[in-house]
T-cell receptor
Framework: EDQVTQSPEALRLQEGESSSLNCSYT??????LFWYRQDPGKGPEFLFT???AGEEKEKERLKATLTKKESFLHITAPKPEDSATYHC?????????????FGKGTLLTVNP | DAGVTQSPTHLIKTRGQHVTLRCSPI?????VSWYQQVLGQGPQFIFQ???????GRGNFPDRFSARQFPNYSSELNVNALLLGDSALYLC???????????FGPGTRLLVL
């Protein structure tokens, strides 16, 4: 069964204090790894898709990287508006559908 | 461009009642997926529809059903509501079955 584990569950940073979020996955035949940002009471907002080990993608203060077993979301000099829950998700490894299996997410709080 | 829209935004029902949630995908998207998100967890896959056909079903009881209409909008129906059905119900659309999924704002369902 496909599994996604995120750590830490919660992370509190000071504004400008860089850090990384971890997503480890167990899936045979990775068909992509997705990162989403979710604000309280809202739907997840798409950030990145990574397809192969070694791939990196950047957007503003965020950079996502992928290895064969895990992905990292690096946050450089975060601002309070970066506070949100960050989810990673992988599509199922088989079958005709394309369901996403999500981790529980990392709740990021950036204090001014 | 309009994103995924869902209605209603909030809903309060009592145990045993029935509920219908609605979703309009991004224009040009032909696939719709439904997810349930309980507090503190990541979204959990319920259904995927593509070209008006069910392409996948998650581990949910038969009380949950869905359909997709010719205009690619979708409905999620839940019968005989239980307290445990209280959650944020998310709809996601994608261009095709295996493409990036974009989420709507969700419908918050409370069952009393």
């Amino acid at each position: 069964e496909d599994q996604v584990t995120q750590s830490p569950e919660a992370l509190r940073l000071q504004e400008g204090e860089s850090s990384s979020l971890n997503c480890s996955y167990t899936v045979s035949g990775l068909r992509g790894l997705f990162w989403y940002r979710q604000d309280p009471g809202k739907g997840p907002e798409f950030l990145f898709t990574l397809y192969s080990a070694g791939e990196e993608k950047e957007k503003e203060r965020l950079k996502a990287t992928l290895t064969k077993k895990e992905s990292f979301l690096h946050i450089t000099a975060p601002k309070p508006e970066d506070s949100a829950t960050y989810h990673c998700a992988v599509p199922n490894s088989g079958g005709s559908n394309y369901k996403l299996t999500f981790g529980k997410g990392t709740l990021l709080t950036v204090n001014p | 461009d309009a994103g995924v829209t869902q209605s209603p935004t909030h809903l309060i029902k009592t145990r045993g009642q029935h509920v219908t949630l609605r979703c309009s995908p991004i224009s040009g998207h032909k696939s719709v997926s439904w997810y349930q998100q309980v507090l503190g967890q990541g979204p959990q896959f319920i259904f995927q529809y593509y070209e008006k056909e069910e392409r996948g079903r998650g581990n949910f009881p038969d009380r949950f059903s869905a359909r997709q209409f010719p205009n690619y909008s979708s409905e999620l129906n839940v019968n005989a509501l239980l307290l445990g059905d209280s959650a944020l119900y998310l709809c996601a659309s994608s261009v095709g079955q295996g493409e990036t999924q974009y989420f709507g704002p969700g419908t918050r369902l409370l069952v009393l």
